[in-house]
């Protein structure tokens, strides 16, 4: 404990000059800005940033301070455009969407936003806490998961997809499957040959989410404007009131806060898993948890808090593995490394011992830029409330707009423009059959992962099933997949489904 | 107030914007911000500017895609004779050109200018493992080739896998198409599998593992250079061990085909200025790398001689028909 006090102090004294301060809040700034942008992630958001911290001549600690203040900003941020317009601003807000909106619908727009603030800070709070105490001997745990473990983790994590988002789990499984057809697209992770590209170099990659994120939330909104004649829409949303800070309501989220700290985090560590896992599966337990009492899916705070906690804690727990191991948690992550490599920072078991400067002002900045992401989030939250009385005819192009100009600034072609488009229809399509598209998004996600681990499990294994089950965790995490996808079905007969889902 | 949110919407979208606009001289990294290929052009046009070579600041641009495949064709197509434009590679683009992963592109349609460095190649074991040296290794593939199980940080049939299947090569094993190998995500992944049990071998690049040698979890086989890298003599040559191989993960660029013969010498001239500069060796010596400078028409001929063996020895294992 006394060491955590003196390498804290350390950090602090490092990260509490005037200078160091000033660019956390201006990466908090933009990081919240890039966040609410469908269509720029966090991991984009570091990754436009890197040009301009080189040229600033930004020493180590300085350029990781401004970068991971602008990577937790963007996990706040994306929380805005989930909650006011229906639309994920990054891929792990997603989740938000499922009560933030039915929420903001209800008239309760400021109230969603800082219960999701507050839980935003909550979980990133805990989280680099948790950081700071646990890094090192957590460091072990991703020596604990091979390719059987991991294809086991997303197996539990589709598995359970069927009760998310939609009455009718066939629709999401449907949904997940073509979500995980789209993930097939590019190169063979195994051979690196390419599938179903059709020969076109843009398709090599496969297609990133983000594209599919704008398309089939942005585009596909913008299509019902036009179908209603401008007369609904996302936007239609009247703000009554003054924003106040619902303390009560914040103290009955109180354990579903601690709780999903704690999964979110673990979520985060494990390499690979990272933060959209984490808000998706801090919803599902929570929703679980409260089962068919809880409302979920129609604006409950609960709801609202469980998924931002959990992708908050899981952008903390994802910088354990990438400083502890050198191995990214998650895409921001991969791009962070990749900074301290070019920064003559060899990321690794190593780093906390060489390096307590560069670690421990890290986590000092990070534990500042938390309370600066709250002042900015929560009191300052009128000025986000304030863009739904923009008319909505002109928000719903403008914000689509600003999407078409942030993917495009990412890989500079028009093919991925073309891709929104197509991902629009698709939306829109998807939407009139009510089909959920947040199964899509997760199956593009986490499919190709998942395809990833299981033949590399073969591979190993020589094309022996039973290697799935080799270990107690994998055993364990498949046991629970499968009663997870069972077990609804069974139940369906006994248990209402009172809720309907505006989406 | 509206108006406000406009504002930074929009300063934001210029933020971007500006982000990629053009400087004098361009170095296009064929990826996202991170790793080599990054990590050179930004090292590489840091010193060209600091030690006076240019007059501006070099320009990175990152255009990722197709594991470089973007860049390449991007170059070819569009800027073929744009003489301010260099773009970093390493033996993953040779690697992926003779294996045809390019969409048709072949290594001849740009020109290799020069190799300023080189991460030599490493084989590593777990520290509890039953293998002490890299003919040990060998002998137990030899023996059972399901027996070991190699993890890298490149797609099959890539520069990693590559490297044992040199070894085996070398030590007179042809069955190579045996061999058990995946590919993860990056060097330090290919490690965490190894120490955590599941592959028994790792194969990568001598920056991947310098973070981990301090811990104790890892043993170094084998280092792949021709003499051990100064910094770590106390890791043997795979040839010292009787296994005559050598495999470099060299850092450099190429530049447009269509370019002037004296544009494509002052290009060698420069790269061959930043490899004699403090901060370049500084670099390498930070990175794990080790010194491998060929500049200028001897690097294409020793490119267009890798490129050839990599053909031959990736239609071997089917990488390629």
Redesign the interface.
């Known amino acids: 404990m006394a060491d955590l006090l003196a390498n804290l102090s350390l950090g602090f004294g490092i990260a509490l000059s005037p200078y160091t301060l000033l660019l956390a809040i201006i990466g908090c700034f933009?990081g919240t800005?890039?966040g609410a942008?469908p269509g720029?992630g966090p991991a984009n958001g570091v990754?436009?940033?890197?040009?301009?911290t080189?040229?600033m001549g930004l020493d180590a600690t300085g350029a990781l301070i401004l970068l991971t203040a602008i990577y937790y900003g963007a996990m706040y941020g994306g929380r805005i455009s989930s909650i006011l317009l229906n639309i994920p601003g990054d891929e792990p807000a997603m989740m938000t969407t499922l009560d933030g909106y039915p929420m903001a619908k209800a008239g309760r727009a400021g109230d969603a936003l800082v219960i999701s603030g507050f839980a935003s800070f909550v979980g990133a709070f805990l989280a680099t806490l948790g950081l700071a105490v646990l890094a090192p001997a957590l460091s072990r745990i991703?020596?604990?998961?091979?390719?059987a473990e991991y294809f086991a983790l997303y197996l539990l994590a589709f598995c359970t997809l069927g009760g998310i988002a939609s009455n009718n789990q066939a629709k999401a499984a449907l949904a997940s499957c073509l979500g995980i057809g789209i993930a097939m697209i590019g190169?063979d992770?195994?051979?690196?040959l390419?599938r179903m590209t059709g020969?076109n170099?843009?398709l090599?990659?496969g297609i990133d989410f983000l594209v599919a994120i704008v398309g089939l939330f942005a585009v596909s909104e913008v299509f019902f404007f036009i179908e209603s004649k401008g007369k609904s829409g996302a936007a239609g949303i009247k703000l009554r009131g003054r924003v106040t800070v619902p303390w009560a309501e914040i103290w009955t989220t109180r354990w579903t806060m601690i709780r999903c700290s704690v999964v979110g985090f673990i979520a985060g560590v494990l390499?690979?898993a990272g933060a959209s896992l984490g808000s998706f599966m801090t919803y599902m337990m929570e929703k679980s948890i409260a089962g068919e009492k809880g409302k979920f899916g129609t604006g409950v705070a609960k709801g609202i808090a469980a998924p931002e906690v959990g992708n908050n804690a899981a952008a903390g727990g994802a910088l354990v593995p990438m400083l502890t191991?050198?191995?990214?948690g998650s895409g921001t992550t991969?791009?962070l490394?990749?900074?301290l490599?070019?920064l003559?920072i060899?990321?690794?078991?190593?780093?906390f011992v060489e390096r307590p400067d560069v670690v421990w002002s890290l986590i000092a900045s990070l534990l500042i830029a938390n309370f600066v992401l709250l002042a900015m989030n929560v009191p300052m939250v009128?000025?986000?409330v304030?863009?739904l009385?923009?008319p909505p005819a002109i928000l719903m192009p403008?914000v689509t707009m600003?999407s078409f100009?942030?993917i495009y600034?990412l890989?500079?072609s028009y093919f991925d423009l073309l891709l929104v488009v197509l991902f629009g229809v698709l939306g829109y399509v998807l939407r009139k059959l009510d089909i959920p598209t947040v199964p899509v998004i997760l199956g593009i996600l986490l499919g190709s992962k998942m395809e990833k681990q299981l033949r590399?499990a073969m591979?190993?294994s020589?094309g022996d099933w039973t290697y799935l089950f080799s270990s107690t965790i994998s055993s364990v995490l498949i046991v629970a997949a499968i009663v997870g996808f069972i077990l609804p079905i069974f139940l369906r007969g006994r248990i209402r489904k009172p809720q309907r889902i505006s989406d | 107030m509206s108006k406000t949110l406009l504002r930074a919407l929009s300063s934001a979208a210029v933020l971007a914007v500006t982000a990629t606009s053009a400087f004098a001289i361009e170095c296009i990294a064929p990826a996202n911000p991170g790793g080599g290929w990054d990590f050179t052009c930004r090292q590489v046009g840091k010193i060209m500017y600091d030690i006076g070579q240019v007059a501006d600041p070099v320009q990175v641009t990152n255009l990722a895609g197709a594991g470089g495949g973007l860049a390449f064709s991007t170059v070819v197509n569009e800027r073929n004779s744009d003489p301010d434009l260099m773009v970093a590679a390493s033996s993953a683009t040779t690697t992926r050109l003779a294996q045809n992963a390019f969409g048709g592109a072949t290594a001849d349609q740009v020109r290799f200018v020069g190799a300023i460095g080189a991460d030599p190649g490493v084989i590593v074991v777990a520290a509890d493992s039953p293998y002490q040296s890299l003919g040990d290794l060998v002998d137990a593939i030899k023996a059972d080739p399901g027996s070991v199980a190699f993890a890298g940080g490149s797609a099959v049939g890539g520069f990693d896998h590559l490297k044992p299947l040199q070894v085996l090569k070398a030590a007179g094993f042809d069955d190579i198409t045996k061999v058990r190998y995946i590919g993860v995500d990056g060097g330090a992944d290919a490690i965490t599998q190894t120490v955590g049990g599941f592959t028994q071998a790792m194969t990568g690049d001598m920056s991947e593992i310098v973070g981990f040698i301090p811990t104790g979890d890892i043993r170094v086989l084998a280092v792949m250079t021709d003499e051990r890298v100064p910094g770590f003599e106390d890791i043997p040559t795979a040839k010292e061990q009787g296994f005559d191989v050598r495999a470099v993960n060299w850092r450099g660029m190429y530049v447009p085909k269509d370019i002037s013969d004296e544009r494509f010498q002052k290009w060698a001239v420069m790269l061959q200025a930043v490899a004699e500069s403090a901060e370049w060796q500084q670099a390498m010596a930070d990175n794990g790398l080790a010194p491998f400078t060929l500049v200028g028409d001897e690097f294409q001929a020793w490119v267009d001689g890798v490129v050839a063996e990599t053909e031959a020895l990736s239609r071997e294992i089917g990488v390629i028909q």
Do not use: Q, R
């Open positions: 933009i800005i890039v942008l720029l990754a436009i940033m890197i040009p301009i080189f040229s991703a020596y604990e998961f091979g390719p190169l992770p195994n051979s690196g390419p020969g170099l843009h090599y990659d390499p690979g191991l050198g191995v990214p991969a791009v490394l990749a900074v490599v070019t003559n060899t990321p690794g078991p190593t780093l009128k000025v986000f304030k863009v009385e923009v403008g600003v100009v942030g600034s890989t500079g590399d591979v190993l020589d």
